[in-house]
């Protein structure tokens, strides 16, 4: 059988898992399975460059987890893992940190956005995080990279911090490539910010159905839409953006909303009754994992990544020169 290209992917554990999450890349990640390697893994030391806490990741790492064998991440055909117990990404981060000038990471656009999230947090992590996301890749010889648009610039950089090694010391780390997710920017429930845990604005996918019925009914919808009797303007809508995402049969609803024969109020019942049909099996099967298998799924990937990280290691510590 032909060698299958490796990819990677992370997600960090920031809170409950959303539809943003679910539509920009899990779903991608199930697909990619059949094509690919797969590497993936919950990015707890990211997670740290805005919450120092760990212990506050502890039940949202378990709970992604679960979220992701739920919606069908198979760990027979990829490797799920914890980033922390894979502490080789660390050392790669201090030796790749050696050979980045600092004006390619200030030219990096999140830092700037996320320093602006957290004024009272602009730590060193936060701005060596496209580093961090580097040695992820490169520890495993990553060379297929499925992010978001929003994740271009981090790729770009890792590329050449790839390059600046290989010139610098010997061709060790493949170049990683972007393999780009094509979803629109999933809005929340505000109808103005991407959907994020850090925002607030999120609709659950595994959540009870009560969970779901609230978020949904908490959604801003057509604001020039002040009466049921005036004809919507789907375009515009949040909530119609939802039916085309996740219904085949979205146009209907999209000429009722702009005949005025459906109102705003409507359209949200029935989205949430039509998301939590959607999502019913993955809500199943989210129950039917026991804790300890959850667990025992994310060690023995974890093992499994941290092998394979050892042994780049030992080819990066040659390359630089240092006892492998
Ligand atoms: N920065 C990514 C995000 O916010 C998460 C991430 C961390 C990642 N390390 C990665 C994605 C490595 C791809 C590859 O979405």
């Known amino acids: 059988m032909a060698v299958r290209t490796?990819?990677?992917?992370?997600?960090?554990?920031?809170?409950?898992?959303?539809?943003g999450n679910y539509l920009g890349a899990a779903k991608n990640w199930v697909e990619l399975q059949?094509?690919?390697?797969?590497?993936?893994?919950?990015?707890?030391?990211?997670?740290?460059?805005t919450e120092p806490d760990g212990h506050k990741a502890e039940d949202k790492v378990f709970d992604l987890t679960a979220?992701?064998?739920?919606?069908?991440?198979?760990?027979?055909?990829?490797?799920?893992?914890?980033?922390s117990k894979v502490p080789e990404v660390a050392e790669l981060t201090l030796l790749l940190s050696m050979v980045t000038p600092l004006s390619w990471v200030q030219r990096v656009p999140t830092f700037k956005q996320m320093a602006k999230q957290h004024p009272d947090n602009v730590n060193l992590g936060l701005f060596s995080y496209p580093i961090l996301q580097g040695a992820d890749i490169l520890v495993v010889k990553g060379t297929g990279v499925p992010v978001g648009k929003d994740q271009l610039a981090h790729l770009e950089l890792v590329r050449e911090v790839a390059r600046r090694f290989n010139r610098t010391y010997a061709s060790?780390?493949?170049?990683?490539?972007?393999?780009?997710?094509e979803t629109p920017l999933i809005k929340g429930t505000d109808g103005k910010k991407r959907m994020s845990k850090t925002v607030g604005n999120i609709v659950g996918v595994t959540d009870d159905p009560e969970v779901i019925r609230k978020q949904v009914h908490s959604m801003v919808t057509d604001v020039k839409r002040p009466r049921r009797?005036?004809?919507?303007?789907?375009?515009?809508?949040?909530?119609?953006?939802?039916?085309?995402?996740?219904?085949?049969?979205?146009?209907?609803?999209w000429d009722l909303c702009r005949k005025a024969e459906i109102g705003c109020n409507d359209k949200k019942k029935i989205?949430?009754?039509?998301?939590?049909?959607?999502?019913?099996?993955?809500?199943?099967?989210?129950?039917?994992?026991?804790?300890?298998?959850v667990t025992s799924i994310l060690d023995e990937?974890?093992?499994?990544?941290?092998?394979?990280?050892?042994?780049?290691?030992?080819?990066?510590?040659?390359?630089?020169?240092?006892?492998?």
């Open 172 to 181: 060790v780390l493949p170049e990683p490539h972007a393999l780009l997710t």
């Open 271 to 293: 989205l949430a009754e039509r998301l939590i049909e959607r999502f019913a099996p993955f809500r199943e099967a989210r129950s039917e994992l026991s804790p300890e298998l």
């Open 6 to 19: 490796r990819i990677l992917s992370g997600m960090r554990p920031t809170g409950r898992f959303h539809l």
């Open 229 to 253: 009797s005036d004809p919507g303007h789907p375009r515009q809508c949040n909530v119609c953006a939802f039916y085309k995402y996740f219904f085949d049969d979205w146009q209907h609803y």
């Open 34 to 49: 059949d094509r690919y390697e797969c590497f993936y893994f919950i990015a707890d030391y990211h997670a740290l460059t």
């Open 301 to 324: 990937g974890s093992a499994r990544a941290r092998d394979v990280a050892r042994q780049t290691l030992r080819e990066v510590r040659t390359a630089v020169g240092l006892p492998a």
């Open 67 to 83: 979220d992701l064998l739920a919606v069908g991440i198979d760990p027979k055909r990829s490797v799920l893992y914890l980033q």
